[in-house]
């Protein structure tokens, strides 16, 4: 009769509990929050025009906004799926803090494009710049992403932005519960299996 393994299944069960309560806490905890965010943030277009933020602030995302480019430092084309190619301008405001805005300033299919834009004020509305991290990464490096002014209107030769909305934000706290879940589950059945066997081979 083989000894019953007590270490290795109290690991197991540590494991196995510690699942549970993360997918507990993805459903309890961080499911509210994000509904609460995407709740705030869908009545945000509605608000008033802002001047666009200095540094970056997500409860701001899609409210209508204004700057100034005074100078523009830097271009770029960006993938943007079926619409193309998104031309995004770093842009000098004249303030003396804060790094900057970008500005993005219409879409093209021509990836050789080379837009000239001189600045200037531009409104639109505001949604994140786009971000290189990896998704594992930002698992670390908390740093906020950066905020950027779509333009209402496109600079010559470019098509005109869609609006950014909702759809951009990603609500997935109930499948990350869901999957927590999944995987106490499937240690536990593995474990099961593997003390099964470990008997039989005893046997």
Known sequence: ???????????????????????????????????????????????????????????????????????????????AGGAGFRFIVECRTGGLEGPGMLVQLGTTRDP?????????????????????????ASLFDKTPKRLMLVAETPAAGLTVNAKPDLSSVPNNHLAYGVQWFLFALVAGVIYVLALRWREKKAA
């Open 112 to 136: 050789l494009a080379k837009p000239v834009w001189k600045g200037g004020p531009v409104r639109g509305r505001i949604s994140h710049a786009p971000d290189g991290r990896s998704m594992l």
């Open 1 to 79: 009769m083989p000894r019953f393994p007590l270490i290795p299944t109290a690991i197991v069960g540590f494991a196995i509990a510690a699942m549970i309560g993360l997918g507990f806490w993805q459903l309890t905890v961080r499911l509210p929050q994000k509904e609460a965010q995407l709740a705030q943030l869908a009545a945000n277009p509605a608000k008033p025009a802002i001047a666009f933020p200095k540094f970056p602030d997500d409860s701001l995302l899609f409210r209508n906004a204004s700057g100034v480019c005074v100078e523009p430092v830097s271009s770029q084309l960006i993938g």
